[in-house]
């Protein structure tokens, strides 16, 4: 493609290839509403990699962009405060299928008018507030009441949801005040994904909205990695899982309470269609490692990293995998041993993970040259795209023992595009 240069629109007409705006605001803007800018191909042979001139208006370039989809304007920081100079705008756009504004200081009064504007881009699928600590509060329970019933997505990272917010997700406010415009998740029945993670301050409170998530009958995907989640935010979630029959994905990583509950949990989760339920950083100890084995069968991704408990038992989990079902294989920090390499090698060679496209093993310094020159010379990784071999920051080994078996290995690798070996050192080249 042409390089491109980000100037104002001069034509009344703009290119009907057009389907996504890219918003990028000055700092040295002179306005107080920094204009949008138009992604236009430049005429130059040899162009400044981006120039910036400002659109003359905002609603001149909206009204002429009727197959617009996705309007991103992430990471922002000047937008905060003035989103009304858009959002006054987007019912020139009525077809945008995805919004995101993640990270632009979004206060109260930005969310009131985006929560005015949805009444008019009917045909949204995926919202993206992230990063916005503003979204919380009476901002939030404004913005429920008024998002489209086609959301397909809502994306609240680390937006310092609370407890209380939890109970706003889940609690029908238009059921006791119905003059307001205050809805809840239970107003969006096509919602498939929902990202709450990174939220530390739902801890202690998830019970209030678990309760209300059997009413998303096709929610497929929920996030709560990262938010501290506490035993009893957790036996709540499983008392739902049975009621949320669409699900596939589940990720309860980077809550260290989660390793005491993985019997129930995975007891409780639709089985057969699960494809991720990423456990890594969850203090998983023996027992709830044996259980997690239950899972590993249908899932595409396995992600273990961090749980030092996997060292010495890998064969535990390595002996559930199906063959040609598993994508992904997380075991970065898990103390794993030369006999888990060992166990590894065998998998491969017996044709398990033939459809395996990453495998990180990074941060296991403990394992012997004659691990990694065993799994290098298996064999039966053929579809293998990204490989993390790396050590810690802190450490370094030699790896001329093993290089030859490498070397041997990339012509049988068509498919890597990816290989890192960080702090392995050569010795022979010294």
Not at 121 to 145: K, T
Not at 264 to 285: F, I
Not at 375 to 389: F, Q, R
């Amino acid at each position: 493609p042409p390089p491109y240069l980000l100037t104002s629109s001069s034509s009344s007409h703009p290119p009907p290839y057009l389907l996504t705006l890219l918003f990028l605001f000055s700092p040295s803007s002179s306005s107080s509403h920094p204009p949008p800018y138009l992604l236009t191909p430049s005429s130059s042979s040899h162009p400044p990699p981006y120039l910036l001139t400002p659109s003359s208006s905002s609603p001149t370039l909206l009204q002429f962009l009727p197959q617009l989809e996705e309007v991103d304007i992430s990471w922002n920081d000047l937008i905060g405060g003035c989103l009304k100079a858009l959002t006054s705008h987007l019912h020139h756009v009525g077809g945008i299928r995805k919004l995101r504004l993640c990270s632009c200081r979004l206060d109260t009064d930005d969310v009131a008018a985006l929560g005015e504007a949805l009444g008019s881009v009917l045909l949204l699928e995926i919202l993206d507030l992230s990063w916005n600590s503003g979204i919380r509060g009476g901002a939030l329970q404004g913005l429920l009441g008024k998002l489209p019933p086609p959301l397909r997505e809502l994306h609240l990272v680390a937006c310092q949801l609370t407890a209380a917010d939890a109970a706003v997700l889940g609690t029908d406010f238009n059921a006791y005040r119905p003059q307001q415009s205050r809805g809840s998740l239970r107003c969006l029945p096509a919602l498939q994904e929902l990202d709450l993670s990174c939220n530390k301050s739902l801890a202690g409170g998830l019970n209030r909205l678990t309760l209300h998530l059997t009413h998303l009958t096709h929610l497929e995907s929920l996030d709560l990695h990262l938010c501290c989640l506490k035993h009893t935010d957790l036996e709540a979630l499983i008392q739902v899982l049975p009621s949320l029959t669409a699900l596939t994905e589940l990720d309860l990583s980077s809550n260290k309470e989660a390793g005491g509950v993985v019997h129930p949990l995975v007891s409780a989760l639709p089985l057969t269609q699960m494809r991720r339920l990423p456990l890594n950083s969850c203090s998983l100890n023996q027992e709830s490692f044996t259980a997690l084995a239950l899972a590993v069968p249908y899932l595409r991704s396995v992600d273990v990293s961090w749980c030092k408990v996997v060292g010495g038992r890998l064969a535990l989990l390595l002996d559930a995998l199906q063959p040609s079902v598993i994508l992904e294989l997380r075991l970065s920090s898990c103390e794993l041993t030369t006999d888990d390499l060992h166990h590894l090698a065998a998998v491969c060679r017996r044709g398990c993970l033939s459809s395996l496209r990453l495998l990180d093993l990074s941060y296991n310094g403990s394992v012997g040259d004659d691990g990694w020159t065993a799994l290098l010379a298996a064999g039966g990784l053929g579809s293998l795209e990204e490989a993390d071999l790396s050590l810690r920051p802190s450490s370094c080994a030699p790896c001329s023992a093993w290089l030859p078996a490498l070397l041997g290995a990339l012509p049988r690798l068509p498919a890597l595009t990816r290989l890192a070996l960080q702090r392995h050192i050569d010795e022979t080249n010294f």
